[in-house]
């Protein structure tokens, strides 16, 4: 779906997160940054990787990882989630999906038969520097952390 690739610059943007803080992309200059982008919170896929994510995360800080999520959700809905599976990190509520479409993961998807737009379920690893070190297209969401860690 996006037509980034590993080595690029990544995307500037800026967003509000769960919080109603704005999150930029140079606010994590200088560290690596694990940003993923899920269809929608308290989904159960979206529940498994967000909570694997979390169970990793303290691996994640150790190796000089931030992890930031994105989705559409409002922050309210993204916040409810957080409390709900106690998430250490913050949510993009990206709901003009500024975000999700400069990192092109928004598009024509299908389930059980129907198509329709959506996000399509990425992570992108970006380096200290803001340039793409990974991009994980087929996500496993109860194995994610794996995936990115390595």
Known sequence: MTTLKIGDKAPQFEAKDNA??????????????????????????????????????????AKGYAVLGASADSAKKQQNWIDKHQLPFPLLADEEKAVINAFGVWGPKKFMGKEYDGIHRTTFVID??????????????????AQILG
Do not use: M
């Not at 606010?27 to 929608?40: I, R, T």
């Not at 989904?43 to 691996?59: F, H, K, M, V």
């Open 20 to 61: 109603g803080n704005t999150v930029t992309l140079n606010d994590y200059k200088g560290k690596k940054l694990v940003l993923f982008f899920y269809p929608k919170a308290s989904t159960p896929g979206c529940t498994n990787e967000a909570c694997d994510l979390r169970d990793n995360y303290q691996s994640f800080l």
């Open 128 to 145: 200290e520097n803001g340039h793409i070190e990974d991009i994980i297209l087929k996500v496993k969401t109860k194995a994610h952390a």
